[in-house]
């Protein structure tokens, strides 16, 4: 999360440190989170989803993720899983289907329809979030997606990421898939603290350009990133990459989608 600014050579450069820890294992969850459910299979362990979900300070079901909300509170009815209700049910509802709409009518959620077309329902999900008054309640907001599939989603959930800032400033927005947690790395210096258990069981990790060409300077990976080519595709990406240390410091000048991998099924 964003820290503090300082001035180097005349000019300001922002801080940012990062401890992702509790959103990878699901311990030590505070109530300033939100969850945002989108339309893709729940593919988390039952119990680490469970403990994300209902934690949370505000739970949202995202147009078709209200379909697989309904069917995981079905499927595992026991005192084991069993789910608050979502706050908010927003989206367009085109993916939505009858019975899951009126199982939340029936819960009393909030119902917000969110027509325009000219942004996903994920970005639109930020925005009634914002409206909603969340943006001064919450420091984080997870949203819980695949990161297989088509690609053409998996790329505008990214988009949304950089659209993030502008909508919930000072609020982190996470992709958390099956097996990787990701964000977006703004031009600044980063300090991110790794789990153990990551370090240990090398996980992998990865440092992608979108959109521009930016210098990058890395410590604590295997293989550092020292500056003298510029990340950006057509060149160079840090993709399958891991860590030699329990916290990376990373330096650049423009934006980075930051991934780690959750588990080892992928190395």
Known sequence: MP???????GRVVKYYSWSPGDLIDGNALDDTLAIVLLNRPILLEKQYFTALWNTAKVRVAVD??????????????????????????TGDFDSCNQEAMEYVEQLNCTIVKTPDQ????????????????Y????????????SSGRLDQIMANINTLFLAEA?????GVFLRSSNSLSWLLRPGVHT?????????????????????????????LKWNLDGSRPLQF???VSTSNTYSKE?????????????????????
């Open 167 to 171: 909508i919930l400033p000072g609020v």
């Open 118 to 133: 000219n942004a996903t329902d994920f970005t639109k999900s930020l925005k009634v979030l914002q409206s909603h008054g």
């Open 135 to 146: 943006d001064r309640q919450v420091t984080r907001v997870l949203a819980l997606c695949e």
């Open 3 to 9: 820290n503090d600014d300082f001035t180097n050579g």
């Open 64 to 89: 078709g993720g209200t379909n697989r909300w309904v069917d995981f509170v079905k499927d595992n009815i026991n005192q084991e899983y069993q789910l608050k209700p979502p706050e908010l049910v």
């Open 247 to 267: 916290q990376v410091h990373i330096v650049t000048d423009g934006a980075l989608l930051w991934s780690m991998g959750t588990t080892p099924k992928d190395m």
């Open 192 to 220: 991110i603290d790794i789990p153990q258990r990551l370090l240990m069981e090398k996980i992998w990790c990865s440092l992608v350009p979108i959109g521009q060409s930016c210098q990058c300077t890395t410590e604590g």
């Open 234 to 236: 057509g060149s160079i």
